[in-house]
């Protein structure tokens, strides 16, 4: 099933283009779980405890989602899909051969109990993805129908099928909504192998997995077994990796990239490669968010005044050495990005929104300010100040105040002391304007709790968009979402605009409507200016020693995808031979 157009693959496909299915299986790899102090949990679909890294791919799901189409569904544990042309209900037929790891089958009640459960009592972005989602009902001995509410929600099926399917009988004697240690039965091509709490978890290929002949399964979850090492500082991963305690790297400082590998002698050798790999998807917005819940950032001046104090151009050639390009907007890199003045298709939608929204949507293109690199930020600093001067504040012995005495001063949280680099300059250019900024980094699990109950000022959030949005719009904007513990409308936006917005978005009948009320969006979540922009990089930059197997081809939606390659034992041999390849 395809959201929009045409499927890619025939029922009776060999195997997706971006693997390769004669690929060996064996062999094991070593992971580093990056910016991440520790875990306690092996229960990754509740909010309490920190659940460890690769959890969720133990459990299939109820399709596969291929990774060379924008959004498009092929049944994995469903053998068949069926669905009416309004997209009011969809049905799925179990396989007969699905199995949990124990040998017993996967069931319809397990499907059912499932849904019901994620629905009410996992973490509640559940809720809000299957919140039209009426009813799950067993409709024959293999068969399970979804029933939604109305008929316009036409994403909802491939929703559905993304769903993961949990054992019934199993959760039964324990408590879901407790976080455990204990590994669940699970049904996918790796299970728990070894667990050192808080330091590391290992996964072994499950050698009679019941899926492992499906043709989209030809050539993946090739490695015995996974081993996800777990270090407090991304320095300290980098050295891991540099004196081969991790195997693969997916490098995500520009900085590090550009100046810690030349030099290796295993780089100049050959026996640690490199590749930047570009991908085709909607670029992430990431950035330093506003708490909406704090009362000093409803004012958008405010918002706009303190956005101005970062210096991306400065920064960039500095720090990461003009690796990145400034983001923009929210589903950059793709044809989804509002760019120019709105179209006429465009004010269509937001005409009637006009005097809801900021006005600038309607007579200017949305760009983040840009300065000339210098460091020199006089004039951005003279727009701040007379921006905060509209809003009610002025600077007193040095210290910007309010007519009621009260200073201009926040907190912004980080999880990981990489990210300090890039906000002590903002600390510093806010200070020249009579702003404090405290930069607090504090560790995982305090930092998942004071996120999950939104208790900071500012952090650094990021979230990735798919080709074709939906649903997921509620949970990152969606007025019903701003209060919900866990959820990830993390800035507060509750908006009625925006909302309206997000329901033509879920609602759109095609491609070329789904664009256009995209964009709609895209605009006006820019110019509330609720995120000051960071960066991104239509590359993702993989370092590994030379010890594996890759396609040929790569997935122009996921062009790293671990999960494609394998141990090339020749290659492994000379590595360890210290031979150069």
């Known amino acids: ?83 009416p042309e309004d997209r009011s209900w969809v049905a799925f037929t179990l396989r007969p051969q699905a199995r949990w790891h124990d040998g017993s089958p996967i069931t319809v009640e397990d499907v059912i109990w499932t849904f019901d459960t994620l629905k009410t009592k996992a973490s509640p972005r559940y809720a809000t993805m299957f919140g039209d989602v009426t009813k799950a009902e067993k409709t024959g001995d293999r068969k399970v129908l979804f029933t939604f509410r109305g008929n316009v ?56 997995w019941w899926a492992r002949d499906l043709w989209m399964n030809r050539g993946r979850n ?21 004196a081969g305690e991790l195997d693969i790297r997916r490098e995500n400082a520009a900085s590090i990239w550009k100046t810690r ?42 918002r706009q005044a303190i956005g101005l104090m970062y210096d991306f151009e400065w920064t960039n050639k500095n720090l990461s050495y003009g690796f990145y390009q400034r983001t923009r907007s929210f589903f950059g890199n793709c044809e989804l990005e509002a760019k120019g003045l709105p179209s006429p298709e465009e004010l269509k939608i937001l005409e009637p929104l006009r005097g809801k929204i900021p006005d600038e949507v309607f007579t200017a293109e949305f760009n983040p300010p840009k300065t000339d690199g210098s460091g020199n930020t006089r004039e951005q600093a003279r727009q701040a100040i007379g921006l905060l001067k509209q809003a009610g504040w002025e600077i007193k012995d040095g210290k910007m105040t309010d007519k009621a005495g009260k200073k201009l001063a926040f ?128 590359k993702e930059m993989i370092a590994y020693w030379n010890r594996f197997g890759r396609p040929e081809k790569t997935a122009k939606y996921d062009p790293a995808a671990f999960d494609t390659w394998w141990v090339d ?13």
């Open 153 to 208: 929600n036409r994403e909802l099926p491939l929703i559905v099928s993304g769903m993961p399917v949990l054992p019934s009988q199993w959760w039964k004697s324990r408590d879901f909504e407790k976080a455990s240690l204990e590994p669940a039965l699970a049904s996918g091509a790796y299970k728990v192998d070894n667990v050192d709490v808080g330091r590391s978890i290992t996964y072994r290929r499950v050698a009679d």
């Open 411 to 538: 907190e912004i949280i980080l999880h990981d002391a990489a990210f300090e680099r890039g906000t002590l300059p903002v600390k510093q250019n806010l200070e020249r304007i009579g702003i404090d900024m405290a930069v607090r980094t504090v560790d995982t699990s305090q930092y998942q709790r004071r996120t999950d109950s939104y208790d900071f000022d500012m952090t650094i959030d990021i979230w990735g968009q798919a080709l074709s949005p939906g649903n997921e719009q509620r949970e990152f904007w969606g007025s019903k979402s701003a209060d919900v513990p866990g959820g990830r409308n993390s800035i507060g936006i509750k908006d009625p605009a925006i909302d309206e917005l997000i329901e033509l978005i879920i609602s759109a009948p095609d491609r070329e409507s789904l664009i256009v009320r995209t964009r709609c969006l895209d605009r006006v979540l820019s110019w509330h200016m609720y995120i000051i922009p960071q960066f991104y990089s239509a």
């Open 222 to 242: 090739n490695f015995e077994t996974m081993r996800y090492d777990y270090y407090r500082d991304n320095n300290i991963v980098f050295e891991a990796f540099k």
């Open 569 to 581: 034992e020749a290659k492994d041999k000379a590595l360890k031979r210290g031979e150069n390849k």
């Open 261 to 302: 590998y030349d030099d290796l002698p295993a780089v100049k050798d050959g026996r640690m490669q490199r590749a930047e790999l570009a991908h085709e998807n909607a670029t992430p917005m990431q950035g330093f968010i506003f708490n909406l819940r704090r009362e000093i950032f409803r004012d958008r001046r405010v």
């Open 1 to 83: 099933m395809a959201m929009h157009g045409d499927l890619k693959y025939p029922a009776d496909a060999a195997a997706p283009d971006y693997l390769n299915p004669g690929a060996p299986k064996g062999g094991s790899v070593k992971l580093g779980a990056v910016g991440v102090s520790t875990f306690d949990s092996l229960h990754p679909f509740i909010i309490k405890g920190v659940p460890a890294t690769g959890l969720t791919a133990m459990w299939d799901t109820l399709c596969w989602h291929s990774r060379d189409e924008a959004f498009s569904s092929y049944g994995l544990i469903a053998e068949t899909i069926e669905w």
